[in-house]
T-cell receptor, first 115, second 118 residues
Framework: AQKITQTQPGMFVQEKEAVTLDCTYDTSDPSYGLFWYKQPSSGEMIFLIYQGSYDQQNATEGRYSLNFQKARKSANLVISASQLGDSAMYFCAMSPTNTGNQFYFGTGTSLTVIP | GAVVSQHPSWVICKSGTSVKIECRSLDFQATTMFWYRQFPKQSLMLMATSNEGSKATYEQGVEKDKFLINHASLTLSTLTVTSAHPEDSSFYIC??????????????FGSGTRLTVV
């Protein structure tokens, strides 16, 4: 069974500070992809970053970086230099390679950036 | 690139009527599209996987006769909520992966449809 856990229902961060959003996962598949999506109040899902299970280096995309610790099955998202526009829901997701591209989402973390 | 257009963005309908939601891949071919449902302040739950030219695969607990999915072409999948009831009110969102596109680019999501049944 596949499971994604996000233990932080809500987070606050001061503008320009860094914040870490936690994500742990559970899968028996040896090959999988880990994703983070941002969902603003308008509803669309915005792809932020991807980490493959066999990638040796942590993924980075601009202000976003993924702290991938495979042995701990964690894939935390780090947002540096937070901006007011970063306020949104953030979802961690996993897609095992052998499940026909199916995604499994966590319950999400609501991030609020404080000016 | 890899844009998915979803329409309508919101719809209000009377109980007992049917509502059709369209999901189009604008600049790529999508052999597979996924339909999700999201209740307020909750996560996305996969409803079904839509495959071009074949029957959709529904997740356990999703009524096939209520949520009709058609994927008639490589660029269009539709979800029809039949005989809608207030409990069907939710946010519906589709996603697709461009054929041949590296998985690292993620799956593109539509902008979602907020359905309210009154």
């Amino acid at each position: 069974a596949q499971k994604i856990t996000q233990t932080q229902p809500g987070m606050f961060v001061q503008e320009k500070e860094a914040v870490t959003l936690d994500c742990t996962y559970d899968t028996s598949d040896p090959s999988y992809g880990l994703f983070w999506y941002k969902q603003p109040s308008s509803g669309e899902m915005i792809f932020l970053i991807y980490q493959g299970s066999y990638d040796q280096q942590n993924a980075t995309e601009g202000r976003y970086s993924l702290n991938f610790q495979k042995a701990r099955k964690s894939a935390n998202l780090v947002i540096s230099a937070s901006q007011l526009g970063d306020s949104a829901m953030y979802f961690c997701a996993m897609s095992p390679t052998n499940t026909g591209n199916q995604f499994y989402f966590g319950t999400g973390t609501s991030l609020t950036v404080i000016p | 690139g890899a844009v998915v257009s979803q329409h309508p963005s919101w719809v209000i309908c009377k109980s007992g009527t049917s509502v059709k939601i369209e999901c189009r891949s604008l600049d790529f071919q999508a052999t597979t599209m996924f339909w999700y449902r999201q209740f307020p302040k909750q996560s996305l739950m996969l409803m079904a996987t839509s495959n071009e030219g074949s029957k959709a695969t529904y997740e356990q607990g999703v009524e096939k006769d209520k949520f009709l999915i058609n994927h008639a072409s490589l660029t269009l999948s539709t979800l029809t909520v039949t005989s809608a009831h207030p409990e069907d009110s939710s946010f519906y969102i589709c996603s697709a992966k461009a054929h041949g596109r590296q998985i690292g680019y993620g799956y593109t999501f539509g902008s979602g449809t907020r359905l309210t049944v009154v």
